[in-house]
């Protein structure tokens, strides 16, 4: 019996573990996972899915694999399309998380993309992170524009 839990143990060793290290590669972004449900999770869910007509999916989405960086942009400055600024009707919009640093925001778009968007490998680090920043001035703008607003009421 010993003999047979010794052999079952390396079993469980040498394929079923490799496999789920596999099979869950956003574990290989620990920090970016634990980020995603601590502060995504509840909108689009830890499967990224959404929920649909207000919290879109973020999963195989195509547009998002060809513009990775909409999402580090998504992170810092958040997602105001659907938003008028006078208008009466404004959508569900995604603030920002301006708190989280550029090595966080590549952790958590790392994990997304990993797992999400079922990349082979994690296309960010620190510094395409901070040049894909420089992408979102009219997002950059947006925010200010809002936080100013929302400080003067
Ligand atoms: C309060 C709910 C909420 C939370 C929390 C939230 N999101 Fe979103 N997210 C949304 C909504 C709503 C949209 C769509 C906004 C729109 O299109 O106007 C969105 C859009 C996005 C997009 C698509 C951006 C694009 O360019 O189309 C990405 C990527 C994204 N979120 C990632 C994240 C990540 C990563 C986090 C955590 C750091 C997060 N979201 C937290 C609600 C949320």
């Known amino acids: 019996m010993k003999v047979m839990i010794n052999h079952l143990g390396r079993i469980v060793l040498s394929i079923i573990l490799p496999l789920a290290l596999l099979m869950s590669c956003g574990e290989r972004y620990p920090q970016g ?15 990224g899915t959404g929920l649909e ?24 400055y958040g997602v105001y399309d659907s938003f008028r600024i006078g208008g009466d009707t404004f959508s ?13 925001v590549s952790n958590i778009s790392n994990y997304i993309a990993m797992s999400f968007l079922q990349l082979q490998e994690g296309p960010y680090n620190e510094r395409i992170v901070a040049d894909m920043l420089k992408r979102c001035r009219s997002r950059e703008d947006t925010f200010r524009l809002l936080k100013s607003k929302l400080q003067s009421q």
């Not at 207000?54 to 195989?60: A, T």
């Not at 569900?92 to 966080?104: H, I, R, Y």
């Open 33 to 47: 996972k634990a980020l995603y449900e601590a502060q995504c999770a509840w909108c689009h869910m830890s499967d």
């Open 53 to 76: 007509g207000i919290y879109p999916s973020l999963v195989d989405r195509e547009d998002l694999r060809k513009q990775l960086w909409r999402i580090p942009c998504a992170i810092r």
């Open 92 to 104: 569900v919009v995604m603030m920002g998380f301006p708190d989280l640093t550029d090595a966080e």
